[in-house]
C-alpha cells in the first residue's frame, strides 16, 4: 500500500490515477503504473496536510535515528501546539 494516497487531497473520489484488477475494481490504496514517476511516487498526488503535521509525521517515524540529536518530545510538543492553534 501507498501511505502517501492516504493524505491526498483526491483519496476519497477516483482521481482517475488508481490502480485497476482485471476485473476492474479501483484499489485506492495503490496509484497506477503510468501515473508513477521512477521513484514510485504519484504525480498526481495533492497534500492535505500542512507543513506541520507533515513534519510531526516524519519526526515520530525516524524518532529512533534523531533522539540522540534533539530532544523529540519538546518537538512533537511543540508542532501539536501550532497544529492545534492552526484549527482555531
Known sequence: MNKQCKVCKKYKGDC??????DLGHID???????ICDQYGNCVSF???RTKYQIALTNI???ASKIKEYVNIQVLI???V???NEDKE
Open 81 to 83: 501546539r501550532v497544529i
Open 46 to 48: 495533492e497534500e492535505t
Open 60 to 62: 515520530l517515524d525516524n
Open 77 to 79: 510538543e511543540a508542532l
Open 16 to 21: 482517475g490515477h488508481h490502480f485497476k484488477d
Open 28 to 34: 485506492y490504496d495503490t496509484p497506477s503504473e503510468y
